[in-house]
């Protein structure tokens, strides 16, 4: 089992920046891919970037020159540098984790952090 901590949502203006963080506990093998995936009011849930263990990561096109997903192996910690943000990035922002990439997400999720772009 994996449990999934994340921290770092909040309200911030257009053009502004989040980071958000996610802290995993757990087997090791589970949190070979971890990454972030969002849910706006009345869309479906899609994936924002997804990072290995290794470095490789993924991204959504919307987000491709402002979000920057890293991970911390030694902390099993992932994070999400959200720059230039826009209202359309309002979510709930869901961290995930698994051993294989899907683009649906793996089986572990946290619980959300909401973020909010508004002036």
């Known amino acids: 089992q994996v449990q999934l901590v994340e921290s770092g949502g909040g309200l911030v203006q257009p053009g502004g920046s989040l980071r958000l963080s996610c802290a995993a506990s757990?087997?090791?093998?589970?949190?070979?891919?971890m990454g972030w995936y969002r849910q706006a009011p009345g869309k479906q849930r899609e994936l924002v970037a997804a990072?290995?263990?290794?470095?490789?990561?993924t991204y959504a096109d919307s987000v491709k020159g402002r979000f920057t997903i890293s991970r911390d192996n030694a902390k099993n910690t992932v994070y999400l540098q959200m720059n230039s943000l826009k209202p359309d990035d309002t979510a709930v922002y869901y961290c995930?984790?698994?051993?294989?990439?899907?683009?649906?997400?793996?089986?572990?999720w946290g619980q959300g952090t909401q973020v909010t772009v508004s002036s």
């Open positions: 990072i290995t263990r290794g470095g490789t990561t």
């Open positions: 995930n984790a698994g051993t294989n990439f899907y683009y649906a997400g793996g089986p572990f």
């Open positions: 757990g087997s090791i093998f589970s949190t070979n891919v």
